[in-house]
């Protein structure tokens, strides 16, 4: 029985042989489309191996162990991420052998299982390497400290109760901490300098501390430390630990397991560091200042196949680039050791200090007056920077708990699609449309690292971009989708950008279905649900609905300043906050420059303005999703995904043809409120030439911050591997504003007409907002 070309020679096979055979045709024309991998229709000794790949959760070990006993390999190359493997075999009758028995064999991976496809090709590619070298400033030491040393230290720690005042013991959403010597305060992202704790570092730390001063790894002793214990699928977002509150250098000892760290540059560079365990990690200068490090919430890393020579960073410098496998997470705890700033951060780098007026984390109290309307480029991006994208970020948890059932009309649109089509979801937002339509190659993107956390929690594969300067190819895209996105752009030349953009990514006759938020929200005699209707809805109704706008609440419990719980007018909330009490958000204030502050459920009376959101505690809100999902259909009842209801962010049919050789130039930056720019960053298959080691695109832009479930197989015939967790949640009570630029009606079509080589096949209304079909010529 030979596979070529498509076709398979007339022979009498049983209906689970036929069946076997259209599945590894489909995996031969996969591999084909998207990676451009020939298979062969005559035997040869090199087998590529469909769903056999560390993307799979495969690793290496058990690749071998099955493919062994059809005879002596040669060579098992498994690169990162991709949904297959390369194996040779000594001879070619032993891969014929595997070829006829190992088809549709059911590997067993920890809990899940993935089905082997296999193919005959006529050679292995081999893959250009280039080296990469630690972020500036970074060492690392292995075995630093002694077995016996490792088990004082972590007796040394008492986990035993659930809150301690002495250590501040915090149990966070994905870890949980202990600090010494001084609280980091993770509502401030600072620490209190004249509160210290009345217990200071563990005695059985200054043994391994004095052996640093020795070395010359640090020149004082440290007055803080922050144990943090990982338990398997657990990591800790990338950030930079805030300027003002500690000194250079910062040490962090592993123990326990080993896991990998992300080092990411704002010029999107990522370097991935291997952190064995009784290893110090040494960060001082450009590494600590400026890089954003954090872990990806996950079960398993891609590490060396064999244990490489310091320093252990995962990069091409350990080998051939094919020699990784998977490394099973266990318990890590690691002891972060800092000194307290007594004065102001003088750094070489204020873009990322806050002592020199960088970006801090978003505030949540209104500002004393609404801001003005942008009248350049600058102030464009400074209010988006400000009322856009901080405000996603801060609310990133309790707006995806809001935001679960996806709208009829745009999955009919994505129904619409061919099988194998690409998609990009520009602004995804939770994701809520990316595994709408499993048979889609489907890639998303946002601003929000919060939001593409949540994205890649739910086993999608997404990426943090700007939406006007995606960094994928020109021409990549079968369709693209806008939903709710463009209306945050503050002036018509940057919504016209982001309409250009996406008509750039389209191949021609590639379409694109583009929803904003439209100012009559009463069309053709009929309410949108938007709208308060006060016959149905008394006050004091509850929260967010589903039919509602993308970019809307309902008013919702809020504290006031007495401490006294009730709905509160979102509008005038706003006012008396900000001392505007008396002023009605109305026109007046759009022609005197400055933005309107909208009431939630009610009629827009200007075009651009501020809309409240807000933010409720974020306990609950993640089986409140996943509640929500499992009404939409996404979840069994017992809380496992169903098959087919997620594209998986190790999708195979996703490669670089679709992705840019080059990186995102400045032109894909955006300006913060200091006139820095802030580079997109991109996601790990686009860093395959700089990193061989990230398993998923949790990508975020450094910021100073807090310190240091299986997807099903979505794509047919393939099979995919867990993903990482979400990131921590923001708790509170508070009221956040998020800029809009509400469209009135032909608004949207008179600027999709601006750009060139495309044409409006459809435009309509529908539950408030204005929708457009686009098609490239």
Known sequence: MELGDGNVNSVKMSKEQRKLIRKQIKACNIVLKHDGISTASHATKHLVVANGGLGNGVSREQLREAMKEMGELETVIMSPHKPYAFVTYRSEQSAQKAHGLLNGHVLRCGDNSVTLYLSFVDSVPCEAEERVSLPEGLALVEDFVSLEEEAALLAAVDWSSTSDDVTAQKALKHRRVKHYGYEFRYDTNNVDKDKPLSVGLPDECVPMLKHCLKDGHIGTMPDQLTVNQYQPGQGIPPHVDTHSAFEDTILSLSLGSKTVMEFRHPDGRVVAVLLPGRSLLVMKGESRYLWSHGITPRKFDMVPACDPQPPAAITPDLGHLGNLTLSKRATRTSFTFRRIRRSPCQCAFPSTCDSQGALSAPAPSPPPSPPSLP???????????????????????????????????????????????????????????????????????????????????????????????????????????????????????????????????????????????????????QRSKYLKDPSKEPSGSPGPTENQSEGSTLPQKTVNSHGDSGVTDDGKHYREVSGLAGQRPDEDQVHSGKLSVHTNRTAFNSQDLLVPWHLKDGKGKAEKGRKGEREAGNFDKMGKRKAGSAVSKDNPLIDEQILPSSGPTSDCKTESTDSKQLGSTRPDFMLAQVTTSKASLDSSLPSSTKDTDDASNSCPGFEVAPSPAPPESVAAAAVFHRYYHVFQQGEIEKVCCQVAGVKVQTSYHDQGNWCVILVKD
């Open 375 to 525: 009248r350049s480029h600058g102030d464009a991006a400074r209010l988006e920077e400000e009322y856009v994208h901080r405000v996603y970020d801060a609310i990133a948890p309790h707006f995806s708990s809001t935001r679960h059932s996806p709208w009829p009309r745009v999955c009919h649109f994505l129904s619409s699609l061919e099988p194998g089509d690409v998609l990009a979801d520009v602004g995804c937002g939770n994701g809520k449309y990316l595994g709408v339509n499993p048979e889609l190659v489907v890639l998303g993107c946002d601003r929000s690292s919060a939001l593409v956390h949540i994205c890649t929690e739910r086993g999608f594969q997404a990426f943090v971009s700007d939406a006007l300067s995606v960094p994928m190819r020109t021409a990549s895209c079968d369709a693209c989708i806008s939903i709710a996105v463009i209306h945050h752009f503050s002036t018509q030349e940057r919504r016209l950008a982001a309409v250009r953009e996406l008509v750039r990514l389209l191949k021609p006759g590639g379409r694109a279905l583009i929803y904003v938020w439209a100012l009559e929200q009463e069309y053709n005699k």
